[in-house]
């Protein structure tokens, strides 16, 4: 499906006060407008909880649909949590895309296209995602994929101005996440410290919020060897990696996700990415830190400057990013009141800073860790475990590259001071591809290591011919007395660092399910991968209501109220990280209904939610002869592997399954791969990382599958 036409409604179409009036007035101030929800979490501490509780235990039972907006985008993922001021929901979507609507109702007052540059967009880390954007002050802010920040005034949808990001375009940067605010600058961050060639150099861009000129930027990982440091702060960073590493390596620590802002102390808080490479033995010898990799940093929002940092992961070999949401709190230590900041990160421990100075207050697992026995109080350093050295033979590690917990927004109630975190408690086999006597020894995303998913699929003596020898699914079930792979939804107390309650969401299969948003009426909601939106009691965990919708629900609901009519509503379609993971998952409403994109609105007294058209698989249609060997099609399987298996899967999935191309599709495969015919479906070209053979031994491979398939079907 094509991207939609542009669409910019006519000055004059919204009706009402300013358009996007927030100030750091009334987000100090937002419990007192219930009725709005002024950021990606609500309100200035990030906390995914709104006060209003007309719906609550007693009616959620009546919880039905109000509205729905088709996006109109690819079926693609969708990850954000709509804004809602005075009666307005702004929104974002694939590529970029913005939408304005009336929040009662659905109906669109504009629609804003990036025109992103599908050769720019560089074959984003996790799909065409878009986290959200940020409004302030009449105007709306959000990045698009190709690294573009642009400045839309929210009354209209016109753009007021553009900055491209970008640092260095030959890199595979592309954005996701949403801008922060932050006193008078507004910051956006990057991905692609999984990609290939090195990855990218991770760093924050801080831009004018009226003109959108670059004010400071921030990297978070030192240049190449001798190269001049553009801060002072990558002197300390410098250090902790070897001083003759390959320049190739550009070290990663991107800021794809979790900013936040602290207007009394002027800080701004951002957590990074993963160090590049993830095997960091071939960036030089010892046992460097890899700063600021895996870590917190709070800055200051005036002057870029640096006002505390805080490794959460040093020496990070496992993908543990620290860019998951934060939530701010206030916590009372006898007669004094602490701010902090919290964080369920990706290595399972839930952290817990002195906002002020970045001191560790506490850090405990709230999943399943056999990777570090804990956090040591004084230093701040994990207790790394013997178990999770990959380096000398495969392991199952949890958490899994995945982590523990990721993207998908936590909660945390004013009611119950509990967290509700979508716990990931998955593990992952890790082997080192170039030692472990498989045929594969690269993947993009993964470099010379891969992350193995033992899910009921898991054959590891089907894997072993590409990977080489890995721990059989018994050993790894042996480990523990609950199946490998599930996701929980747990309630954890911040303070007594205790699970309170959990729900099981998914198992066997990843359900790839959503993020979480509490309520003042006692509740809790999240969306499943399976299609329904569930209800559960905050205090207990009681299942209150399930409502089927036939969408896939990846991100987190939110609520508002309009003339005194509380909603709640969500953004649904699957992809992100899940076109990684393999096809869609079985249970997923994916695979039963059509991958629409849509927002999702509910209200008591609401009816049943329309489906979309049910997903119906056409015939593998008949394959073009074979022309390659028996030679080429095992080199192709090999170059598939490596370099198309990150987006495309044998199989249903948000991407398109390679085995049904039809005759013109063949005919123009080179064209498609090496020269990016088809770039603005989002299929970038490869022409920097395969040659004219590669792509041959590709196809041939693919021919081959396809005609495996078709005759499976006669």
Not at 64 to 80: I, S
Not at 506 to 528: H, I, K, P
Request: aromatic share 10%; with cysteine.
């Amino acid at each position: 499906m094509a991207a939609p036409a542009p669409h910019h409604a006519a000055a004059g179409t919204y009706a009402g006060p300013a358009a996007g009036q927030v100030d750091e007035a009334r987000l100090r101030s937002a419990d007192a407008e219930p009725q709005n929800w002024f950021t990606g979490g609500r309100d200035q501490q990030g906390s995914y909880y709104s006060p209003l509780k007309q719906i609550d235990a007693s009616n959620v039972s009546t919880l039905g649909f109000a509205w729905a907006y088709d996006l109109g985008l690819p079926r693609r993922g969708q990850e954000a949590t709509p804004i809602v001021v005075d009666g307005v929901m702004y929104t974002s979507g694939t590529w970029g895309y913005v939408y304005a609507l009336e929040a009662a109702t659905g109906r669109e007052l504009w629609r804003y296209d990036p025109q992103a540059d599908p050769a720019a967009a560089r074959n984003p880390c996790c799909d065409l995602v878009n986290r959200g954007v940020a409004v302030w002050k009449g105007k709306v802010y959000v990045a698009s994929v190709d690294g573009r920040l642009h400045a839309l005034a929210a009354a209209t949808g016109r753009k007021l101005w553009e900055a491209d990001t970008i640092a260095d375009h030959q890199a595979p940067y592309s954005s996701s996440g949403a801008p922060q605010v932050a006193g008078g600058v507004v910051l956006i961050g990057n991905s692609g410290a999984d990609m290939t060639q090195g990855g990218v150099r991770g760093y924050v861009s801080a831009y004018d919020l009226d003109s959108g000129a670059l004010r400071w930027r921030f990297y978070t990982v030192p240049p190449a060897p001798g190269q001049p440091f553009e801060h002072p702060e990558l002197a300390l960073a410098a250090k902790s990696w070897d001083a003759h590493r390959d320049p190739k390596y550009r070290g990663g620590a991107t800021v794809w996700d979790g900013m936040a802002y602290d207007p009394a102390l002027k800080l701004v808080y951002f957590g990074t990415a993963n160090a590049a490479p993830y095997d960091l033995r071939q960036t030089g010898a010892g046992t460097h830190d890899a700063l600021f990799a895996c870590s917190i940093i709070a800055v200051h929002a005036d002057t870029g400057r640096m006002a505390w940092y805080y490794q959460t992961t040093p020496r990070d070999i496992w993908d543990f990013d620290s860019v998951q949401k934060f939530i701010f709190a206030d916590r009372r230590e006898g007669s004094v009141t602490r701010p902090v900041i919290m964080q369920a990160s990706k290595n399972g421990f839930f952290y817990v800073l002195d906002r002020r100075t970045g001191k560790l207050v506490s850090a405990q697992a709230y999943a399943y860790v056999n990777w570090a026995s804990g956090v040591d109080p004084k230093t701040g350093r994990p207790k790394v475990l013997p178990n999770a050295d990959w380096t000398t033979s495969p392991k199952n590690i949890y958490p899994s590259w995945i982590g523990a917990h990721t993207w998908n927004p936590m909660s945390m109630s004013r009611q119950t001071g509990l967290v509700y975190i979508p716990v990931i408690d998955i593990p992952a086999v890790w082997v080192d591809m170039l030692h472990n006597g498989g045929t594969v020894k690269y993947l993009n995303g993964f470099f010379t290591v891969n992350g193995i998913i033992p899910d009921d699929t898991y054959d590891a003596a089907q894997l072993q011919r590409l990977y080489g020898p890995l721990p059989s699914a018994a050993q790894i079930k042996a480990q523990r007395n609950v199946k490998p792979v599930r996701e929980v939804l747990r309630a954890w107390d911040p303070v007594a660092h205790r699970t309170v309650w959990e729900q099981v969401t998914s198992t066997g299969l990843r359900g790839n399910d959503g993020g979480v948003m509490s309520t003042a009426g006692n509740l809790v909601f999240q969306g499943r991968g399976s299609g329904e939106l569930w209800v559960y009691a905050a205090d207990t965990g009681k299942v209150l209501q399930t409502i089927p919708t036939g969408s896939h629900i990846m991100a987190a609901p939110m609520s508002y109220a309009v003339d005194g009519v509380q909603y709640v509503a969500v953004q649904v379609g699957y992809g992100g990280t899940g076109i990684t993971t393999g096809p869609f998952p079985p249970g997923s409403a994916a695979m039963k209904y059509q991958n629409d994109n849509r927002i999702i609105a509910f209200k008591l007294g609401g009816g049943a939610v329309p489906t979309p058209p049910a997903r119906i698989e056409e015939p593998f249609p008949e394959p073009p002869p074979q022309t390659g060997d028996a030679a080429s099609i095992t080199r192709g399987e090999i170059k598939f592997i490596q370099e198309c298996s990150r987006c495309h899967v044998l199989g249903p999935s948000s991407t398109p399954d390679l085995r049904r191309l039809n005759a013109g599709r063949h005919a123009a495969f080179k064209d498609i791969v090496l020269r990016g015919a088809l770039a603005p479906l989002g299929m970038e070209r490869f022409d920097a990382w395969l040659s004219e053979k590669d792509v041959e031994d590709i196809h041939a491979y693919l021919i081959d599958q396809s005609w495996e398939a078709y005759r499976a079907q006669r």
